[in-house]
């Protein structure tokens, strides 16, 4: 897992997730919550239709890649739109932008779900809906649900939804608010042909922890294909070492360049070996 970046341009976010657009689907995610909490709906129905807009700008941000597991999707899996926190539990996200990114089936489907785990009990607050609650007074309230992500049209900055997140504190991370270079070292085993995923301090076992569980990120295909990537990128570290071929070495030098590259297979994996001594 690597660290992304969000391009907050009118040309890469389309119309619908911002400005009166994004106020109008707040408000329709209110009056489903007011319908929920009346009787008259047993649950919220969303319309995934509206985040797979976002489908490809998301793909490209994470350069084709699982947001989490680093695998290339059109390899691996099928990539979804997956939102970050569960919209089964922060419904009011539903239709946030700054809520998705762009993850594979596997470990969005098969391990992560619905699953947001907590240092705590306490979650991030829901909107103060009552069933009493008219259409204008909730449409008062469509512009605290979240953040427009070119930072206009609601009363819900940017930097009080990252701050909302840090106080949290989910153990599931999220690359484009977390570093996961803070969190998590690799480890490689020659017997198994493996490289693992483990905490970089012990401080961070249970973001770890939550890591295996719900994204997957130590399944056993994730671990083979790593130790592939590993072994070529620690003989070029050992080539560069040994040869005196100054041309060599330059070609050398750009390819464990490439290799860190955002766009590469398991590239927060050779960037931390990157920074270790070189084994034999």
């Known amino acids: ?37 009346r009787g008259t709906m047993a649950q919220h129905t969303f319309l ?110 940017l930097s009080q939804y ?15 608010a977390d570093d996961p270079a803070q969190y998590f070292a690799y480890e490689a085993d020659a017997v198994m042909q493996e490289v693992m995923l483990v905490a970089a301090t012990p401080h961070y076992q249970a973001h770890l922890q939550a890591a295996e569980d719900y994204y997957g990120l130590n399944r056993v295909e994730l671990k083979s294909n790593r130790y592939k990537v590993y072994k070529l990128f620690q003989l070029l570290r050992r080539s560069l070492a040994a040869t005196t071929d100054a041309q060599l070495q330059r070609d050398i030098q750009q390819q464990l360049l490439d290799m860190q590259a955002d766009d590469y297979l398991f590239a927060g994996m050779n960037r931390y070996f990157a920074r270790q001594p070189i084994k034999a």
């Open 1 to 37: 897992m690597i660290s992304l970046h969000r391009d907050r341009s009118s040309q890469a976010i389309a119309a619908k997730y911002r400005g009166v657009k994004k106020l109008a689907q707040d408000l329709v995610l209110l009056q489903a919550q007011r319908e929920v909490l």
């Open 48 to 157: 995934a239709t509206y985040w797979k807009t976002a489908k490809s700008q998301l793909k490209k941000e994470s350069n084709g890649k699982c947001a989490y597991c680093e695998a290339t999707t059109d390899i691996v899996a099928h990539g979804d739109v997956e939102h970050y926190r569960p919209k089964g539990i922060y419904w009011w996200l539903a239709y946030t932008y700054d809520n998705y990114l762009y993850a594979c089936q596997i470990c969005n489907q098969v391990y992560k779900s619905d699953h947001f785990p907590l240092p705590g009990t306490t979650r991030l607050p829901a909107p103060a809906v009552t069933a009493q609650l008219s259409d204008a007074e909730l449409a008062q309230l469509a512009g605290f649900l979240s953040p427009d992500p070119l930072g206009g049209a609601t009363s819900y900055s």
């Open 162 to 176: 990252a701050q909302a997140h840090r106080q949290e504190r989910a153990l599931l991370l999220d690359p484009y």
